[in-house]
T-cell receptor
Framework: DTAVSQTPKYLVTQMGNDKSIKCEQN?????MYWYKQDSKKFLKIMFS???????INETVPNRFSPKSPDKAHLNLHINSLELGDSAVYFC?????????????FGPGTRLTVT | GDSVTQMEGPVTLSEEAFLTINCTYT??????LFWYVQYPGEGLQLLLK?????DKGSNKGFEATYRKETTSFHLEKGSVQVSDSAVYFC????????????FGKGTKLSVKP
């Protein structure tokens, strides 16, 4: 059983389109995250949810909107896609937002905007 | 703000060579420290962690010690294998409501047979 799963694995789309990436975790964790990895492999937090409540919202364009229908799911919707949105997006989860807890990462979604 | 600095890669070693990847951090308070590994085409996996000063994390022959006095968490392995080829990320977590990881830029390791 996959602990943290993301769909789709690859997403190729044109500028201006709207797309969604889905994330599900079956670990019973309370906290979920979205990270962005750019072309140079640099990883940065985008959002964090704890029990469906938004905890962290880094400086991310308003075109990005996370949605958590329940604590096992955290989806990322992106409006009006731009070339600069091309990246690998990772979902992660942890038991809680405590500092000693390991975060479990999904396999990533490679988004390519043409 | 908090940050993590890792040595620039790529690092290329021969099999059975000794590995050190340097990592230093800047943070208020006492963060937890982590090393994550990313194999080609995969997500990140926790390699090891340390949650307080002088703790040593270890896993699969890799080790790192939390050094508060030098704000460092260097990754070491005595004898690398081809299968260790991957990108290694040092990260810190401050905990509380800010439980996200702050990553270094990653170090790509290539091990040649």
């Amino acid at each position: 059983d996959t602990a943290v799963s993301q769909t789709p694995k690859y997403l190729v789309t044109q500028m201006g389109n709207d797309k969604s990436i889905k994330c599900e975790q079956n670990l019973g964790h309370d906290t979920m995250y979205w990270y962005k990895q750019d072309s140079k492999k640099f990883l940065k937090i985008m959002f964090s949810y704890n029990n469906k409540e938004l905890i962290i919202n880094e400086t991310v364009p308003n075109r990005f909107s996370p949605k958590s229908p329940d604590k096992a799911h955290l989806n990322l919707h992106i409006n009006s896609l731009e070339l600069g949105d091309s990246a690998v997006y990772f979902c992660a989860s942890s038991p809680t937002s405590g500092f000693s807890y390991e975060q479990y990462f999904g396999p990533g979604t490679r988004l390519t905007v043409t | 703000g908090d940050s993590v600095t890792q040595m620039e890669g790529p690092v290329t070693l021969s099999e059975e060579a000794f590995l050190t990847i340097n990592c230093t951090y800047t943070a208020t308070g006492y963060p937890s420290l982590f090393w994550y590994v990313q194999y080609p085409g995969e997500g990140l996996q926790l390699l090891l962690k340390a949650t307080k000063a002088d703790d040593k994390g270890s896993n699969k022959g890799f080790e790192a010690t939390y050094r508060k006095e030098t704000t460092s968490f260097h990754l070491e392995k005595g004898s690398v294998q081809v299968s260790d080829s991957a990108v290694y990320f040092c990260a810190l977590c401050r905990g509380g409501s800010q439980g996200n990881l702050i990553f270094g830029k990653g170090t790509k390791l290539s091990v040649k047979p």
